[in-house]
């Protein structure tokens, strides 16, 4: 596994490009990986962006949905336990109740390093906790899980950090699904969600604005104003893309 190249310099706010390597710190990821000398592994590499990595293997049975440990996502869309009960884990014939949150793990994203990712999908699904899925091939059944992003493995550890970096700002900034708002209103999650991706207020700003700029280039191509927010969402991550990868390694 390539190791991270660091940065020769730090880019001051103004200047509009972003290194190839996605700063993941501040970060904790759960990572289920396949066993074995043959499975490559991406905990190094993760860990070297930054992140905290608690590695897990899943288990031999092929039982579905997949058992989690006690864990819970720090970016959530709806509680799935009740709370006269404790804090249940989500998904059918799971192992019982935890009754103190500060037993559970905590994590911004799960990753799936596995060559079939389907059963842990479907847990992690129920849970309502975000995932990516790292992957030689795409089941077509993966393509329905909404808290999903796949990464070819082929792409190789950096398009799975940036990935990752990105699902995060996504979830964090509560954008995973495009909320009933005016973009007014939708602005402080825009902006929050550029700056878990530059960690600049000015970059951040500047990154925004070139979205709301081609975004309205784009206005008479619109079934409704329902779609100006999945579409400045996209924007923001197809420029961050573009300017990360216009900086030489």
């Not at 009960?85 to 037993?103: F, K, N, Q, T, Y």
């Amino acid at each position: 596994m390539p190791h991270r190249k660091p940065p020769s310099c730090v880019s001051p706010a103004g200047i509009r490009h972003f290194y190839r390597n996605a700063d993941l710190h501040g970060l904790r990821l759960a990572l289920w990986e396949d066993d074995g000398p043959d499975a490559p592994s991406v905990a190094n590499y993760l860990r070297e962006a930054g992140a905290s990595v608690e590695v897990l293997i899943p288990g031999a049975d092929c039982a579905w949905p997949v058992a989690l440990p006690p864990m819970i996502a720090r970016h959530r869309l709806t509680p799935f336990w009740s709370e006269e009960s404790g804090i249940r884990l989500p998904g059918a014939g799971l192992a019982g109740v935890v009754a103190d949150a500060r037993e559970l793990l905590h994590v911004d994203v799960a990753v799936l390093n596995l060559r079939d990712p389907a059963p842990l999908a479907a847990s992690l699904q129920s849970a309502g906790i975000p995932f990516v899925m790292f992957t030689q091939g795409l089941s077509p059944l993966l393509v329905d899980y909404a808290h999903a992003c796949y990464v070819p493995s082929h792409d190789g550890p950096e398009a799975l950090a940036s990935a990752v970096l990105l699902h995060t700002a996504l979830y964090g900034a509560g954008l995973q699904c495009t909320p009933e708002m005016t973009v007014m209103e939708m602005m402080p999650r825009l902006r929050a969600m550029a700056r878990y991706l530059v960690q600049d207020g000015a970059l951040a700003d500047d990154l925004v604005a070139d979205a709301l700029e081609q975004a309205l280039g784009l206005l008479p191509h619109l079934a409704s104003d329902r779609e100006i927010g999945a579409l400045l969402v996209t924007l923001i991550e197809r420029i961050w893309h573009q300017q990360k990868m216009s900086r030489p390694n």
